[in-house]
């Protein structure tokens, strides 16, 4: 060991402070490191919800046009009104496995017009769906939505032709 008359003098205690900053320089990287994942997390998980949101506003487009265009034929030659929908206009039956948690909301407006001895309607079919439906009405899109809320509305146009004097049960326009 050296004899203290032999140690520098301004080099006691400088490993002590370059330990420290040390500490603290990984310290706050660490601290960076874990909030970058929590909203990566957070950002992934937001992600997953909007496409079951999406997929949620698929089904109800598709329930809605197999209710206007009457693939089965059930009512002859006349065209198929807009289904009347339930206070609110969500979709019947609700969905099933990880789209339960979401409410999609339903328009629909018919227009009617004659090409010749045809009927034509045509179908506007809104739908929106959502994992936190408005507390008053039930419905999406919700005004005043807490953290974590998603919502996708999709809209989309129908058209069905009938022809009164074509051959039944289809009477498909040529």
């Known amino acids: 060991m050296c004899?203290?008359?032999?140690?520098?003098?301004?080099?006691?205690?400088?490993s002590i402070v370059t330990a420290v900053f040390l500490l603290v320089v990984l310290a706050l990287l660490g601290a960076f490191i874990v909030s970058?994942?929590?909203l990566q997390q957070s950002g992934h998980q937001l992600d997953i919800l909007g496409a079951r949101a999406y997929q949620?506003?698929?089904?109800?487009?598709?329930?809605?046009?197999?209710?206007?265009?009457?693939?089965?034929?059930?009512?002859?030659s006349a065209l198929a009104p807009c289904p009347a929908?339930?206070?609110?206009?969500n979709l019947a039956g609700g969905?099933?496995?990880?789209?339960?948690?979401?409410?999609?909301?339903?328009t629909c407006t018919r227009t009617t017009t004659t090409e010749g001895a045809?009927?034509?309607?045509?179908?506007?079919?809104?739908?929106?769906?959502c994992n936190q439906p408005d507390a008053g009405t039930g419905a999406c899109?919700?005004?005043?939505?807490?953290?974590?809320?998603?919502?996708?509305?999709?809209?989309a146009i129908f058209s069905k032709c009938k022809d009164p004097a074509g051959a039944a049960p289809r009477f498909a326009c040529g």
Do not use: C, H, K
């Not at 045809?118 to 769906?129: C, D, G, H, L």
């Open 36 to 38: 970058v994942t929590g």
């Open 85 to 89: 929908l339930a206070a609110p206009p």
């Open 3 to 14: 004899p203290d008359s032999q140690r520098p003098r301004g080099a006691s205690g400088f």
């Open 56 to 76: 949620s506003s698929r089904a109800g487009i598709d329930w809605m046009a197999y209710r206007v265009l009457d693939p089965e034929n059930a009512l002859g």
């Open 118 to 129: 045809r009927n034509v309607a045509v179908y506007e079919v809104t739908a929106t769906a």
């Open 95 to 106: 969905l099933a496995g990880s789209l339960a948690a979401f409410t999609v909301t339903l």
């Open 141 to 155: 899109p919700n005004a005043a939505p807490g953290a974590g809320y998603v919502d996708r509305q999709l809209r």
